[in-house]
């Protein structure tokens, strides 16, 4: 706990100090089993702005169907809807329509938790030609309590994404983004965590941007009678 503590002091400094570059995500990540089966369903929403608070930039809706192949192994198809916004004024927003498959593979190393992640997207944006990409994810959650990752646990979170573009149009270069993150972690209960971390994202040629990410990660178990 006072690992955690120590950084939320060192977070909240450092946002004080770079608050003009930092741009704030608010994200919640639900995951309903279904118990004595291996389907469950996976949902969330991002809300992302071009300032810590305020300047909307982006609302991300996810939602999908989740299979476990195998012990290290999670299928999943679902569909993705966004609504993005211009910096500043005018908004000049647009829709997308977003499919998507992946698979996530998953192992430990010592007591840490490390996942791979693979995603295919179809992508129909608003007054664009169709699009895919590929993303590919390497996540690693590594205890710093004794209490692992049960209530109470603290944790050091990290992810690398790249993301490639899928295009025949001469315009669209392959490279579309990587991002690079950094967090702690906090288990408030065993199916409950909270995330505060720090993500650069670099988009194509652009220069990267800073961004400060507070998520909720929560898992349920679906009873039925």
């Known amino acids: 706990m006072r690992i955690l503590l120590l950084f939320f002091s060192f ?35 991002q809300l992302r702005d071009y300032q810590i608070v305020g300047d909307h930039n982006q609302t991300l809706v996810r939602v999908g169907g989740q299979y476990q192949i195998k012990p290290y192994l999670q299928g999943t198809v679902g569909y993705g809807f966004i609504h993005t916004e211009a910096e500043g004024t005018p908004n000049a927003p647009f829709l997308e329509n977003r499919i ?31 699009r895919g990409r590929f993303r590919y994810s390497l996540f690693a959650d590594i205890p710093l309590t004794n ?58 040629k652009m220069a990267g941007t800073n961004h400060a990410l507070l998520s909720f990660h929560h898992n349920i178990t679906f009873k039925y009678t």
């Open 11 to 45: 977070f909240i400094f450092s946002v004080s100090s770079y608050s003009q570059d930092l741009q704030g995500w608010l994200i919640y990540f639900g995951n309903t089993k279904i118990k004595d089966s291996k389907f469950s369903v996976h949902y969330e929403l």
């Open 147 to 204: 209490y692992g990752f049960s209530k109470g646990g603290v944790y050091l979170a990290l992810y690398d994404e790249v993301f490639l573009n899928l295009s025949d149009e001469s315009t669209i270069k392959t490279f579309d983004r990587n991002r690079a993150y950094v967090g702690f972690g906090y288990k408030v209960s065993n199916n409950l965590g909270i995330q505060l971390g720090y993500m650069r994202q670099n988009v194509g």
């Open 100 to 130: 998507y498959q992946e698979a996530l593979f998953s192992h430990a190393v010592g007591k840490s938790k490390w996942r791979h992640r693979l995603r295919l997207e179809e992508r129909f944006i608003e007054h664009q030609d169709f």
